[in-house]
Structure formats: C-alpha cells, structure tokens
C-alpha cells in the first residue's frame, strides 16, 4: 500500500489538480500510476506527520482527480 504524506485526509483532499506527495513502500515495484486509483494510507510513524488515514486517490495525467 503506498503511504500518502499528507497530514490528514481532508488536507489531501485540497490538493485535487496538484501532483501526490508519496512515498513507495513495495519492494516488488513501484505502486504509484499516472492514471487510475490509487488505495493508500498516511501511517505517521513513517511520515512522522499528521493522523492515520486511508483512502482511495483517482489520478488523472500525474494529478489528483478525486480522493474518496
């Protein structure tokens, strides 16, 4: 699941149109697509930020098109 770093969902979800801030976490390959949904989830003891939550990020040509 790759880790969002943001500091809560609804701060994500103010960053529709702007490039994902993430960080990989899967050692078979890298998690993050231009183009589709991405599942993940902000855990603050890698990010060091904010509270821990989940979600599902439509991108959309590298942007975030919708967070559900």
Same mark, same amino acid.
Request: net charge positive.
């Given at each position: 699941?790759?880790?969002f770093n943001y500091p809560s %969902? %609804?701060?994500l %979800?103010?960053?529709v149109g702007k490039p994902l801030k993430y960080i990989e976490t899967s050692i078979f390959g890298n998690e993050y697509i231009n183009n589709g949904v991405l599942t993940g989830a902000n855990?603050?003891?890698i990010t060091g930020i904010g509270r821990e939550f989940f979600a599902n990020v439509t991108m959309e040509?590298?942007?975030i098109k919708s967070v559900k």
């Open positions: 699941m790759i880790v %969902k %609804k701060e %979800k103010t960053q855990r603050p003891h040509n590298g942007l």
